[in-house]
């Protein structure tokens, strides 16, 4: 070949490969860019509002001891200043654990906040574990605790020994039923988290719904995991067991990407309530749908977080449910944007504090 036909062959190729590399460098950054770090910012324009403080007084139905000492005065001015008149701390446990956060937190501010204990899941499979079980749940009635929970089922149950592959107590295994019948006896709901979010149910891919923001939760593959139907059908029964027992669904009933779903489970069981903590990034995303659950079930839905106390996180709440912003971050957000509900007065007062009031012990008094 000689040297004119060597320098046609080198720029033949080089036109061939241009346009792959061209096209390659216009995307300079994300080239590289990892999703985990990607964070776009919106540059639409449209109306934005910040709200400072809910319209209505609140009750937190759903969250947690977060913080100690000299903190939880920072956290309770952080509730006068939003307008949040109480949370309900579901961390409580039972014996000393339940008496340290009484003494911490009701101790000091017994207006602010109110304590649930845990069925105690010691020896669960002593002959003698259904009394003592139903036992924990009056003496800690006794103690100052006012419900139960959060009592949390992704498949394997509460409690248990899992290094040693015991299984845990599903919420309508009949060691606890004696202990969900006291509780409602003595009138103190019972918050479970059965399940979870539905992405966490199926292979991590890069079809993933929720890409980096489920994928520490997901359970798909693991042993000794209940399949999610398997889960649910165990909150159905104890639903169906216990009548005189009130049930709250942690995160709108862990089906807040089916809420026709979970209206109809509503129809079918009286007793059954949802709190929508850590679930804005859901409601948000589907505005019609989710302002026609509230307006319906109305009388069955309780405001809560479970985020950990900031300014910041229950502005966006209030955001979310009392404006029509469009296209904006929520608390704990997914990757996908969300859309103001902006629920009528009504449902604003029962959804905030009227359901908490009619529902928990203790709730017309404090700091109102």
């Not at 969300?338 to 449902?347: A, K, T």
Request: aromatic share 12%; proline share 4%.
């Amino acid at each position: 070949m000689n040297r004119l036909a060597l320098v046609i062959l080198a720029a033949t190729l080089l036109a061939l490969f241009q346009p792959a590399a061209a096209q390659e460098s216009r995307l300079g950054l994300f080239d590289t860019l990892k999703l985990k770090n990607f964070h776009p910012e919106s540059r639409l324009q449209v109306p934005a509002h910040t709200v400072l403080r809910a319209r209505y007084p609140v009750i937190d139905a759903h969250s947690h001891n977060y913080l100690e000492g000299e903190d939880i005065q920072r956290w309770v001015k952080m509730m006068k200043e939003s307008n949040v008149r109480k949370v309900v701390l579901l961390s409580g446990g039972y014996g000393e654990q339940l008496e340290k956060m009484i003494e911490d937190y009701l101790g000091k501010y017994p207006e602010h906040f109110q304590v649930w204990a845990r069925i105690d899941d010691r020896d669960i499979d002593s002959r003698d574990y259904p009394k003592r079980a139903a036992e924990s749940v009056r003496r800690a009635f006794e103690m100052g605790a006012r419900g139960l929970g959060e009592y949390k089922d992704m498949g394997w149950g509460w409690g248990g020994d899992k290094e040693n592959g015991i299984k845990g107590v599903n919420i309508d295994d009949p060691r606890w039923d004696l202990a969900l019948e006291t509780a409602g006896e003595l009138g103190m709901p019972v918050s479970i988290h059965v399940g979870d979010m539905e992405d966490c149910y199926y292979p991590l891919t890069a079809g993933s719904e929720l890409g980096t923001s489920g994928a520490a939760w997901n359970v798909f593959g693991k042993k000794g995991i209940l399949p999610r139907a398997k889960i649910l059908a165990t909150r159905n029964h104890a639903l169906a067991k216990h009548p005189n027992t009130t049930f709250i669904g942690c995160h709108v009933g862990n089906m807040s990407h089916d809420l026709n779903e979970l209206g109809r489970l509503l129809d079918i069981y009286p007793n059954f309530y949802v709190d929508i903590s850590a679930r804005a990034w859901d409601l948000g995303r589907q505005p019609f749908t989710a302002r026609r659950f509230f307006i319906r079930y109305q009388d069955r839905i309780l405001f809560g977080t479970d985020l950990g106390p900031s300014e910041q996180m229950y502005r966006g709440w209030f955001r979310l449910l009392e404006t029509e912003d469009e296209f904006f971050r929520v608390p704990n957000a997914a990757w996908w944007m969300n859309y103001g509900l902006n629920l009528p007065d009504e449902v604003l007062r029962k959804v905030y504090y009227l359901n908490a009031t009619r529902l928990f012990h203790d709730m017309d008094s404090g700091a109102w």
